[in-house]
């Protein structure tokens, strides 16, 4: 019996680990260079009736970068014509949400006061946090009221 309890404690004690390395392993990802590879913008446009309807502008290149060191982020990217620059404390947190029959990470990416997004590493699969090679930022304006959203992608360098 005592075995039987052992071996349960450590089998849960190993599951709650690795809950917590998929933070871990999203936060050692992020650490380095990243460029800025496309930005789509999303705009909220009154129509004549009252209502509002989605409108989006898509930029493609070489549009800036993320610097992301243990605690700061220096940014530095191009959004229809407008720079966005600065130096930033940044966050990384994470909960489940569900997908369907299965539960799957979300991340947020909190940058200073500045930037709030939705952090998607790679294809979102199990695991795709460890060693990303490329990510997708995404502002949430359904949760702010903002009529302007975008989106980014970028990939590590």
């Not at 549009?63 to 940044?90: H, I, P």
């Amino acid at each position: 019996m005592n075995k039987l309890i052992t071996s349960l404690l450590l089998i849960i004690s190993l599951l709650l680990t690795a809950c917590q390395d998929d933070l871990e392993e999203g936060i050692d990802s992020l650490e380095g260079s990243w460029q800025v590879t496309t930005v789509e913008s999303f705009y909220k446009i009154p129509q004549t009736d009252g209502s509002l309807e989605w409108s989006n502008v898509s930029e493609d290149g070489n549009l800036g970068r993320f610097e992301f060191a243990e605690d700061t982020v220096s940014f530095q990217f191009n959004r229809n014509d407008t720079l966005y620059q600065g130096a930033e404390r940044w966050h990384l947190s994470k909960t489940r949400v569900n997908e369907g029959f299965f539960k799957v990470n979300l991340f947020t990416l909190q940058i200073g006061d500045t930037f709030t997004f939705e952090c998607e590493f790679e294809d979102q699969t199990k695991n795709s946090e460890k060693n990303a090679r490329y990510i997708t930022l995404r502002t949430k304006p359904e949760e702010t009221n903002e009529v302007v959203s975008f989106e980014m992608s970028l990939n590590k360098e």
